[in-house]
């Protein structure tokens, strides 16, 4: 059984950490507000209400066939501006963003040992190129048949 000492020791410690989290978050918070036009990127545009929430989406379902039209309506934004909110923020396109994002999760994906090539490109690419066998225009012959996974070759168009 524990002392009391230890107990309220062990929750003094809980409270003074959630203090320093809260802290942070409010100091965080207090920057980005207090010059706009210097705090723009990731940072602001995560707190953006209705980007934000696009950004959260687009990181947490990487491999949805996002468009500036689904996200705009889901932020409840016009295409027109929702596309230059999202590019005033991040300095990049909708498109440009979500392609940067897939490629970054595909190499933190492919350095863990237990992940094969084509386990990665399912995780982070659309159902649709699934759908298409990831564009038959753009894939060859296939090379290896293991494991019920069908392994193809790229072949660039003469």
């Known amino acids: 059984m524990r002392c009391r000492r230890c107990e309220r020791t062990a929750c ?5 950490t959630r203090l320093a989290e809260v802290l942070f ?4 918070r207090a920057h980005i507000a207090s010059e706009p036009e210097r ?13 934000g929430n696009s950004l959260s ?3 947490n379902r990487v491999n949805t066939p ?3 039209e689904s996200l705009a309506a889901a932020a409840g934004m016009s295409r027109s501006a929702f596309a230059a909110r999202f590019k005033e923020l991040l300095g990049q396109t909708l498109l440009e963003y979500v392609t940067e994002w897939r490629m970054q999760k595909s190499m933190q994906l ?16 659309s159902p649709t190129l699934h759908s298409v066998g990831l564009s038959s225009e753009l ?9 019920n996974v069908v392994l193809q070759v790229a072949v660039m168009p003469e």
């Open 39 to 51: 705090n723009k990127g990731w940072l602001r545009a995560v707190f953006d209400p209705q980007i």
């Open 110 to 125: 492919l350095q863990q040992r237990d992940k094969k090539l084509i386990h990665v490109a399912r995780l982070v690419t």
């Open 12 to 16: 003094l410690h809980s409270v003074a």
């Open 57 to 59: 989406s687009i990181h």
């Open 66 to 68: 996002w468009t500036v």
């Open 139 to 147: 894939w060859g012959p296939t090379l290896v048949n293991t494991s």
């Open 25 to 28: 978050i409010q100091i965080l």
